[in-house]
């Protein structure tokens, strides 16, 4: 475990904390008005290795090569010259710090970090960090990789679980949850909406399986993967023969079958590392999930969260009250969808590129 510490004076900034993968979601912007929660977990952080926030540079600023050269391979609206490699951690777990009211930003709601550091140190007054919690954004603390230092902790450091526990003890990501707006004249509301979190996951694995198609139709398992995926495969693909076939695949799962072209796997959460197969289909594109997205994917809820008509059978598990289900088709996150596909060097082939270019033209287009 380590706490991090003001690299001018050596004061104390946050309560002792384990490192875990960057959430898929960090960069998502979801809604308008929305009130996300925090982004990490309490007691954990993580590094996010691409800049984030101003300076901001127009596409036609950037120089020939610099984009490929910091790993994006088709054209973006503007990229970030912010320093990379900031701290990502809860705002409950900073300590010895107070707000810099000048740094306040346009937020309209709380603090979106738009004028740089807005943090300091309480010991000697430099800025250390820049906390996000304005509406739509998920609520953290980003700590300058230049204004702190990591040192390390006394305690326990304990392995990180095998897949074999991480298949048995993980938690799924539900599907669905209350989305809790802000309050307007008849007071706090929320409503029922696809997870963000699996509009953020879906449009991550999407750019992969555009990918992984090489062009191709792709055909997704049955069940909750056609529901989040097939339609905008079916969408952005050409509807041609043969398909190129994604199936599941995992810890304590049956080996996939060798003709299997794709595989859906999870990311382990504290080391961000892919599950890897062992048998012939190690050549299979691997397409990464969050464990939470991938064990809702193997065992998806007693019901699935689309409507129906008619009576209900005898034999189908039911809630009284019914719960309140989203009223819309699922739309994978287009952001993390885009942010995701020209980081891919896949994208620099034509085919790929004019389903960019096509997006792009069409800024209402959603991933349905």
């Known amino acids: 475990m380590f706490v991090f510490v003001c690299a001018g004076c050596g004061a104390e900034l946050t309560t002792p904390l384990s490192q875990v993968a960057l959430p898929v979601h960090t960069h998502q912007s979801y809604g308008n008005g929305v009130q996300l929660p925090v982004l990490m977990r309490a007691g954990t952080f993580a590094v996010d290795p691409e800049p984030w926030g101003g300076p901001w540079r127009m596409w036609d600023e950037i120089e020939p090569g610099e984009a ?19 701290v990502v951690i809860p705002p409950g777990d900073v300590r010895g710090t107070c707000l ?12 979106d970090g738009a004028d740089g550091p807005n943090m300091a140190c309480e010991a000697c007054d430099s800025p250390v960090a820049t906390r996000v919690d304005d509406c739509s954004l998920w609520q953290a ?16 450091h304990p392995a990180p679980l095998s897949w074999t526990e991480l298949a048995e003890t993980g938690e799924a990501t539900p599907l669905f949850e209350p989305i809790a707006t802000w309050g307007g004249r008849s007071g706090a509301n929320h409503y029922w909406s696809w997870s963000p979190r699996w509009e953020a996951a879906a449009g991550h694995a999407l750019a992969h399986l555009l990918v992984a198609s090489e062009g191709q139709a792709v055909k997704v398992p049955d069940g909750v993967a056609t529901d989040v995926f097939q339609r905008a495969l079916d969408a952005l693909l050409p509807a041609t023969a043969p398909k190129r076939r994604a199936v599941l695949a995992g810890p304590e799962l049956p080996s996939p079958d060798e003709d299997a072209d794709i595989l859906l796997v999870p990311v382990h959460p504290r080391t961000g590392r892919t599950w890897t197969p062992e048998d012939s289909t190690a ?17 998806p809820p007693p019901y699935l969260p689309v409507p129906a008509s008619g009576r209900m059978p005898r034999d189908v598990l039911r809630d009284d009250p019914l719960p309140l289900l989203p009223y819309w088709p699922f739309q994978a996150d287009r952001r993390t ?17 004019a389903i960019l270019e096509g997006l792009t033209r069409d800024a209402s287009a959603v991933l349905v």
């Open 283 to 299: 050549s299979a594109y691997l397409v990464p999930l969050p464990l939470g997205v991938w064990l809702t994917l193997v065992s």
């Open 337 to 353: 969808f885009e942010h995701t596909l020209v980081r891919l060097p896949a994208v620099r082939s034509a085919w790929l590129r």
């Open 100 to 111: 810099i009211p000048e740094k306040r930003g346009d937020a309209c709601c709380g603090l």
């Open 68 to 86: 490929e050269a910091r790993g994006i391979y088709a054209p973006v609206h503007a990229l970030s010259d912010a320093t990379p490699g900031a």
């Open 141 to 156: 603390v980003r700590l300058g990789l230049d204004a702190v230092r990591r040192v390390p902790v006394d305690g326990t």
